[in-house]
């Protein structure tokens, strides 16, 4: 009997996603294990590995398609003795085509709009005076990538869109160039088209401003005994592959904090607080076009190399967008750390449905106040943002006192 092969979830939330490229052609014959095709969602790619065996009969979904529903049937795989008759048979139950409605058509990459008047068909002109360009956003996203002049590339996809295939046919080729965007009129300004990872996150972040009562708790560290430490550490583990970060004694601090503080490991639901048994640390991680939070399960039971090695690792496949929908969901605290980028102090926005996150900013040499004498110490500021539902002040002060009490005294980190 002939097999549909699905549109895979991966996540429990995930409703559609990209079918972004097949590894099959219809006649190809697949073996259990071998990857069948790539999907997308707006943080996450992934390989789809056939559990059967057969021949490719049909290919019901191409690549490069957005919108895909999950449970879709994509493809049909023949077992043995079954020939192109069985797939008209299997392939009846299709998924359900999208209306016939007129095609959103999308501009360049980077688009000149006029200041003054603007009317919508002005918003959608390229600035090369082009006719607006059909593309697919994992296409567009590629293309910028690439620097690519859109207007130089011939769309396979329906009704002539330029979809993936098209764009890395003409990075391959390398005949393709980006448009002298100095055409451009210099009082217009420059319109780039929302991706599936920004519209995420601007909406994400304008619903936890929105709805989560929050506040922000400051408190300085000095870290000149963490640095000190740090060096020490580094310079007796650097034959083992081993380098500490400041960052690693930040989470490990966190961590171990929350334990004190179990009521800041916490969510808000509206049946009630939930207490979460475990640590789990989200770190937040800057990549092309947004923002991702990779998890350290269990942090507080990790020791200072481990947390090391875990983020190191999830950090670079993060930036790759190989992670797992389990590495990045399911968090219950978030650090996000802007110190090697010169930030001094800022306040994060709360990652739901976490009730806080720690905003650490770069340490640097201040004058203090010490017995009375004026000193010179490396300070280091640190904010908690705090879901008022679930941490009042007195929580948050008590976990930024442990946090604090651990940083000024990073042997209590190694026991």
Same mark, same amino acid.
């Given at each position: 009997?002939a097999?549909?092969?699905?549109? &895979?979830?991966?996540? &429990?939330?995930?409703?559609?996603?990209v079918?972004?490229?097949?590894?099959?052609?219809?006649?190809?014959a697949?073996q259990?294990?071998d990857?069948?095709?790539?999907?997308?969602?707006?943080?996450?790619?992934m390989?789809?590995?056939?559990i059967?065996?057969?021949?490719?009969?049909?290919i019901?979904?191409s690549g490069?398609?957005?919108?895909?529903?999950?449970?879709?049937?994509?493809?049909i795989?023949?077992?043995?003795?079954?020939?192109?008759?069985?797939?008209?048979?299997?392939?009846?139950?299709? =998924?359900?085509?999208?209306?016939?409605?007129?095609?959103?058509?999308?501009?360049?990459a980077?688009?000149?709009?006029?200041t003054?008047?603007?009317?919508?068909?002005?918003?959608?002109?390229?600035?090369?005076?082009?006719?607006?360009?059909?593309?697919?956003p994992?296409?567009k996203?590629?293309?910028?990538q690439?620097?690519?002049n859109?207007?130089?590339?011939?769309?396979t996809g329906t009704?002539?869109?330029?979809v993936k295939?098209?764009?890395?046919?003409?990075?391959a080729?390398?005949?393709?160039?980006?448009?002298?965007?100095a055409?451009?009129?210099?009082?217009g300004?420059?319109?780039? &088209?929302?991706?599936?990872?920004?519209?995420?996150?601007a909406?994400?972040?304008?619903?936890?401003?929105?709805d989560?009562?929050?506040?922000?708790?400051?408190?300085d560290?000095?870290?000149?005994?963490?640095?000190a430490?740090?060096?020490?550490?580094n310079?007796?583990?650097?034959?083992?592959?081993?380098?500490?970060?400041?960052?690693?004694?930040?989470?490990?601090?966190?961590?171990?904090?929350?334990?004190?503080?179990p009521?800041?490991?916490?969510?808000? !639901?509206?049946e009630?607080?939930k207490?979460?048994?475990?640590?789990?640390?989200?770190?937040?991680?800057?990549?092309?076009?947004?923002?991702?939070?990779?998890?350290i399960?269990?942090?507080?039971?990790?020791?200072?190399?481990?947390i090391?090695?875990?983020?190191k690792?999830?950090?670079?496949?993060?930036r790759?967008?190989k992670l797992l =929908?389990?590495?990045y969901?399911g968090g !219950?605290?978030?650090?996000?750390n802007?110190?090697?980028?010169?930030?001094?102090?800022?306040?994060?926005?709360?990652n739901?449905p976490?009730?806080?996150i720690?905003?650490?900013?770069?340490?640097?040499?201040?004058?203090?106040?010490?017995?009375g004498?004026?000193?010179?110490? !490396?300070?280091?500021?640190?904010?908690?943002?705090c879901?008022?539902?679930?941490?009042?002040?007195?929580?948050?002060?008590?976990?930024?006192?442990?946090?604090?009490?651990?940083?000024?005294?990073?042997?209590?980190?190694?026991?």
């Amino acid at each position: 009997m002939a097999i549909e092969i699905l549109m &895979p979830a991966l996540s &429990p939330t995930m409703e559609e996603g990209v079918l972004a490229k097949w590894h099959v052609k219809t006649g190809d014959a697949v073996q259990s294990g071998d990857v069948l095709f790539e999907i997308e969602t707006d943080k996450a790619s992934m390989e789809v590995e056939s559990i059967d065996e057969g021949v490719m009969g049909e290919i019901l979904v191409s690549g490069g398609t957005e919108d895909v529903k999950v449970n879709a049937v994509v493809g049909i795989l023949l077992q043995d003795g079954e020939d192109a008759s069985a797939v008209e048979t299997k392939a009846s139950p299709k =998924p359900a085509a999208k209306p016939d409605l007129p095609e959103v058509e999308t501009p360049a990459a980077i688009t000149k709009v006029e200041t003054a008047p603007v009317t919508p068909k002005k918003v959608a002109e390229s600035v090369s005076g082009l006719d607006r360009i059909k593309i697919s956003p994992l296409a567009k996203r590629l293309a910028e990538q690439g620097s690519l002049n859109l207007a130089n590339i011939t769309g396979t996809g329906t009704g002539g869109r330029i979809v993936k295939r098209d764009v890395e046919q003409a990075i391959a080729s390398g005949a393709v160039t980006a448009p002298d965007t100095a055409l451009a009129s210099a009082d217009g300004f420059d319109l780039i &088209p929302l991706d599936g990872m920004r519209r995420t996150i601007a909406k994400r972040m304008t619903e936890s401003f929105r709805d989560v009562p929050h506040f922000p708790l400051n408190i300085d560290c000095e870290i000149d005994n963490l640095l000190a430490l740090r060096k020490q550490i580094n310079a007796q583990v650097a034959d083992d592959g081993i380098k500490l970060s400041v960052n690693d004694f930040i989470v490990r601090a966190a961590a171990l904090a929350l334990v004190k503080v179990p009521e800041a490991n916490s969510s808000y !639901t509206p049946e009630g607080l939930k207490h979460w048994h475990s640590v789990d640390i989200s770190i937040a991680v800057a990549i092309d076009g947004g923002l991702i939070t990779p998890v350290i399960r269990n942090a507080s039971n990790l020791g200072l190399a481990a947390i090391s090695s875990a983020t190191k690792d999830l950090a670079a496949r993060a930036r790759d967008r190989k992670l797992l =929908p389990e590495e990045y969901q399911g968090g !219950t605290f978030t650090i996000s750390n802007m110190g090697m980028m010169g930030i001094k102090s800022f306040a994060s926005i709360i990652n739901q449905p976490q009730a806080c996150i720690m905003s650490v900013g770069s340490g640097e040499q201040r004058p203090i106040v010490k017995d009375g004498e004026l000193a010179i110490a !490396t300070i280091m500021s640190v904010t908690l943002t705090c879901d008022h539902r679930v941490v009042d002040g007195a929580i948050g002060a008590r976990l930024l006192a442990e946090f604090k009490a651990r940083i000024e005294n990073p042997g209590l980190m190694l026991l």
